[in-house]
């Protein structure tokens, strides 16, 4: 099925170069060079819906029911500029919020292929939101390294780390050795040739260009922390993770969109074994939505003003 969907994926295939140029700029102030890989130019809703089941059907869950998931990849849009390595597009659902002061959470999912129990959280989020009526416009992004996650890999088809290869300012000059000295160069943590250069990053990127997120939530697992990339705030309780800042590196989604944009970063590193009860997630989900809209007021502002 999956050849076959690259094969029919390979037939759409035109450059875009103008546009992506455009998009990769607005959001970066350093040079981002273009992926080899075309774009694949249309994409029909069929498809996006087949990659998306495909891709989230052998999720663990509790009650999750093959009914549900079908409904919400119905739904799923895609970005021209969200293709893997290996040709599979990168599909994202959208819900809209109904509160006037509403705020919006962009969440990526998978950026680790190997971390299974972030697939299985994004799957429940997914059908939680299809179901309700949500305070903040949300935008989810449920596997943002499919390559990884058909592979079990943590790393993308090209062996890099995707969360050290967001082109942060330093990642030239840094990049390499943080790797080597931090990471001992562990194959599972490389930073990739160049900053930006990994297509599912370039993804990434242009999620954010286009969503234009006030908050971003990044679903990893199996440190069992949330680890806070954001202005000093007193975060809501939420007793099965602990609130614990981890730091973050050259190349990585909280340094990038935190620390050089201003926008604050939740990695919700979860733990290696599933709760019993998937409605410690639905607390989860309203806790964040809760700190994005009620305690991140003014945060812009109030970051730009120290980091100058
Ligand atoms: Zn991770």
Redesign the pocket.
């Known amino acids: 099925m999956r050849t076959t969907l690259s094969f029919i994926l390979s037939a759409f295939v035109f450059v875009t170069v103008n546009a992506y140029a455009e998009q990769v700029a607005s959001v970066s102030s350093v040079i981002v060079p273009l992926h080899q890989t075309s774009k694949i130019a249309a994409l029909t809703d069929e498809k996006k819906s087949e990659t998306c089941f495909e891709l989230l059907d052998h999720v663990k869950g509790p009650k999750f029911k093959n009914e549900n998931l079908k409904r919400v990849c119905a739904q799923v849009q895609w970005l021209p500029s969200c293709v893997s390595v290996k040709g599979t597009p990168i599909v994202h659902f959208e819900k809209t919020g109904h509160d006037k002061r509403k705020k919006r959470i962009l969440v990526f999912s998978l950026?680790?292929g190997d971390?299974t129990g972030a697939g299985s959280l994004v799957r429940y989020w997914l059908e939680r939101l299809d179901e309700i009526d949500p305070r903040n416009d949300w935008r989810i992004v449920p596997v943002l390294n499919p390559d990884g996650f058909e592979a079990k890999t943590?790393t993308n088809a090209n062996n890099v780390d995707l969360?050290r290869n967001f082109p942060t300012r330093d990642w030239n000059d840094l990049a390499n050795i943080y790797w080597k000295k931090h990471s001992s160069s562990s194959p599972r943590r490389f930073p990739g040739t160049v900053a930006g250069g990994e297509p599912e990053v370039k993804c990434a990127i242009s999620q954010i260009d286009d969503f234009k997120p006030d908050f971003i939530v990044s679903i990893?697992?199996p440190l069992a922390v949330l680890d806070f990339d954001g202005p000093k705030v007193k975060p809501p309780s939420f007793a099965y993770l602990p609130w614990r800042s981890l730091g973050n590196y050259p190349g990585s989604l909280g340094r990038f969109m935190w620390v050089e944009r201003s926008t604050p970063v939740l990695t919700a590193e979860l733990r290696s074994t599933l709760p019993t009860n998937f409605e410690t997630f639905d607390r989860l989900q309203d806790i964040l939505g809760e700190l994005a809209k009620y305690k991140l007021n003014h945060m812009k502002e109030a970051a730009s003003f120290l980091n100058r």
Request: net charge neutral; glycine share 0%; charged share 30%.
């Open positions: 950026i680790h971390e943590r969360n990893h697992t």
